[in-house]
């Protein structure tokens, strides 16, 4: 398995790009057949002014509403986001903060509350129950929203890039990084969904070229050695869905008095042909 190792991260960047220009249109029949469901549980992310900030995926639906997951460096410091589908409507969503728990290692992990509008019925992404083995190196899906180089008053397009699952993580990374692949990730695609088929097993996370370049360290505050560190800025890494059900599990629907705060977001402003002029103009 090293000498297999070795010689693939050799071919990471070939990979990674080849995998970057990969759309539905390209993936096999028996995955495409699955490419509706990937994209109607992954969802845009952005403020109410229209500035995108990232994807996400629902993960889960409660009494009153529904969890999305995605990244606390997509949300930042963020109180309330929009939540967009694919049918480009957006939905004032809270966002919990971070776990005060002492003994709960720092992710990069954020979850979404989105209260439940009307009689939605939103389809919710299926959690693997088992984790995938990645000495097999297993497809594995990226699913997002890139951010455009050109403002378009529709947001930006859905995307699906596919890759490998590679065993180079032996113990999670800083944030909570535990899934290593080479499908391509682009700005905008974090917090999107990393799908086996129409199973989700985790959320995209950091991509190649890297995001945050530098020396990794593992989730005990330990350098990673120099062999792999240099590995590690050849492919994406994202959490995993242990990570995503442990959250879900320790997570409390807001009450009432939190939710007050969503009552003046309007996450629909583009509705005149100036607006929609104005929002053309900007970087998304």
């Not at 966002?95 to 005060?100: E, G, N, Q, S």
């Not at 529709?154 to 699952?165: A, C, H, K, R, T």
């Not at 995001?211 to 593992?218: S, T």
Request: hydrophobic share 40%; net charge positive.
């Amino acid at each position: 398995m090293k000498i297999l190792i070795k010689a693939l991260s050799t071919t990471l960047l070939v990979l990674s790009t080849c995998s970057a220009l990969a759309g539905p249109q390209q993936l096999s029949k028996s995955v495409f057949s699955t490419a509706t469901q990937r994209q109607s549980v992954t969802v845009l992310l952005r403020e109410p002014a229209g500035n995108q900030l990232g994807s996400g995926v629902l993960v889960g639906s409660a009494t009153g509403g529904f969890w999305v997951v995605s990244n606390r460096h997509v949300v930042q410091q963020q109180k309330t986001v929009c939540v967009v589908g694919a049918d480009r409507k957006g939905n004032a969503a809270l966002v919990l903060p971070a776990r005060k728990d002492k003994h709960a290692q720092e992710l990069d992990l954020a979850l979404v509350w989105l209260p439940r509008s009307g009689n939605d019925a939103l389809m919710v992404a299926s959690l693997a129950p088992l984790r995938l083995d990645a000495s097999q190196m297993p497809l594995v899906i990226a699913t997002g929203y890139p951010t455009p180089l050109q403002a378009s008053p529709d947001g930006p397009p859905y995307s699906e890039n596919e890759g490998l699952l590679l065993p180079m993580l032996q113990r999670p990374l800083e944030g909570g990084f535990d899934l290593a692949y080479t499908a391509g990730l682009q700005k905008g695609m974090s917090g999107g969904g990393v799908f086996n088929g129409g199973e989700l097993i985790g959320i995209n996370g950091a991509h190649a070229n890297p995001l945050w370049p530098g020396q990794w360290r593992d989730q005990r505050g330990k350098a990673v050695d120099e062999q792999l560190n240099s590995k590690l800025e050849l492919v994406s890494l994202g959490i995993s869905a242990d990570v995503i059900r442990a959250e879900l599990k320790a997570a409390a629907v807001p009450g009432s008095e939190l939710l007050r705060i969503l009552s003046g977001v309007d996450c629909n402003p583009f509705s005149n042909e100036a607006t929609v002029k104005k929002v053309s103009q900007r970087s998304w």
